[in-house]
C-alpha cells in the first residue's frame, strides 16, 4: 500500500484508526453529531495532529542543524513554518474535544498515527531539507483535504471551517518553500 493510499484510508476510513473511543464521564462534551460522526472526524483529525507534531519536529530539526550560505534565511524560515505548525496542533486538538472525541496523549499515540517519515539523518544538505519539507506540507495539505470531506460528511463544518485555515497556511508553506527551491544556487 502506498503512502498516499494509507493516508487516504486513514483520514476518511470507516474503521476506526483508534478504536472505538470510550470517552470518560467527566471529558463526554455534549454535540449534537452522533457517535458515528464523532469517531469520522476524530479519526481524520487524529493523524493530522501526529504529523503536525512530527513535521513541527522535523522543522524545527532542520532549523537547528542548518549549514550554510542561506544559513540566516532558512534559519528564520524554517522556524517560523515551525511557529504555525505548533499553533494548529492545539486548533485541531481541541476541535476533536469540542465535539466530543478524544485526541493524543502520548508520543507513542504520535507514532502509531503519524504518517510523515522522521528524519534523522546526521547531516542534509539545506536544499534537500527544502525538499523535504515540501514534499512534507503536500502530504499535510492532501491529508487536511481528505479530513475536510469526512468532517463535512459528518456534519461538522466548524471542523472542516478550521482544516480550511490549517490549509491555507499548508499551502503558505508549501509555496514559500517552492520558491526557496526556485533559486538558482540552492541544489538538491
Known amino acids: 500500500m502506498s503512502t498516499q493510499e494509507k493516508t487516504q484510508g486513514k483520514a476518511i476510513n470507516a474503521k476506526p484508526i483508534m478504536g472505538k473511543q470510550k470517552v470518560p464521564a ?3 462534551t ?3 453529531l452522533n457517535s458515528e460522526e464523532v469517531q469520522a472526524v476524530s479519526n481524520a483529525v487524529n493523524p493530522l495532529i ?3 507534531f512530527a513535521l513541527y519536529t522535523k522543522t ?3 532549523h537547528w542543524h542548518l549549514s550554510g550560505s542561506h544559513f540566516r534565511d532558512y534559519h528564520k ?3 517560523q513554518q515551525a511557529g504555525t505548525i505548533l499553533a494548529s496542533i492545539d486548533v485541531m486538538a481541541e476541535r476533536v474535544r469540542r465535539i466530543g472525541g478524544t485526541t493524543i496523549r502520548s508520543i507513542s499515540m504520535i507514532s502509531e498515527l503519524q504518517t510523515i517519515k522522521d528524519d534523522n539523518d546526521d547531516f542534509v544538505p539545506p536544499g534537500e ?3 523535504r519539507l515540501m514534499d512534507d506540507n503536500t502530504h499535510i495539505a492532501q491529508m ?3 479530513a475536510i470531506e469526512a468532517a463535512e460528511h459528518s456534519r461538522d463544518n466548524a471542523t472542516a471551517n478550521a482544516l480550511e485555515e490549517i490549509l491555507d497556511e499548508t499551502e503558505r508553506r508549501k509555496w514559500f518553500l517552492f520558491e526557496v527551491m526556485q533559486g538558482k544556487d540552492n541544489t538538491v
Open 129 to 131: 531539507m527544502v525538499k
Open 77 to 79: 524560515l524554517f522556524d
Open 50 to 52: 501526529a504529523d503536525a
Open 60 to 62: 524545527k530539526n532542520f
Open 144 to 146: 487536511i483535504r481528505a
Open 26 to 28: 467527566q471529558l463526554a
Open 30 to 32: 455534549v454535540t449534537d
